[in-house]
């Protein structure tokens, strides 16, 4: 199973970013999808995920209200909207897969990762 983040970038404080996440999973309408990040010098931690159909979504403290986790499962893509950037979003983003359909927060749970994007926020 692959999958591909792409929608990162260099943004000012304040501004917004999308980021999206698209894999060859032929069940992917069965995972459940988060997104995690890495910032320099510190340890992944977990942004926002969602359950397999959608109805279900999770958040760091860190990020809610700003942040919005999205899945288009006929595309076979999950998004992140970000708005409302601060300089301490900066970093590595991550989608991951839990092929079992749980919604978690630990990313031992999960079983597939993307590559990653760059998330640069300037103040």
């Known amino acids: 199973v692959q999958l591909q983040a792409s929608g990162g970038g260099l943004v000012q404080s304040g501004g917004s970013l999308r980021l999206s996440c698209v894999t060859s999973?032929?069940?992917?309408?069965?995972?459940?999808m988060a997104w995690f990040r890495q910032a320099p010098g510190k340890e992944r931690e977990f942004v926002a995920g969602?359950?397999?159909?959608?109805?279900?979504?999770l958040y760091a403290d860190s990020v809610t209200g700003r942040f919005t986790i999205s899945r288009d499962n006929a595309k076979k893509t999950v998004n992140l909207q970000m708005n409302s950037l601060k300089p301490e979003d900066t970093a590595v983003y991550y989608c991951?897969?839990?092929?079992?359909?749980?919604?978690?927060?630990?990313?031992?749970?999960?079983?597939?990762w993307g590559q990653g994007t760059q998330v640069t926020v300037s103040s």
């Open positions: 991951a897969a839990e092929v079992r359909g749980k919604l978690v927060r630990s990313s031992y749970e999960y079983d597939y």
């Open positions: 969602i359950s397999w159909s959608g109805g279900s979504s």
């Open positions: 999973a032929r069940t992917f309408y069965n995972y459940a």
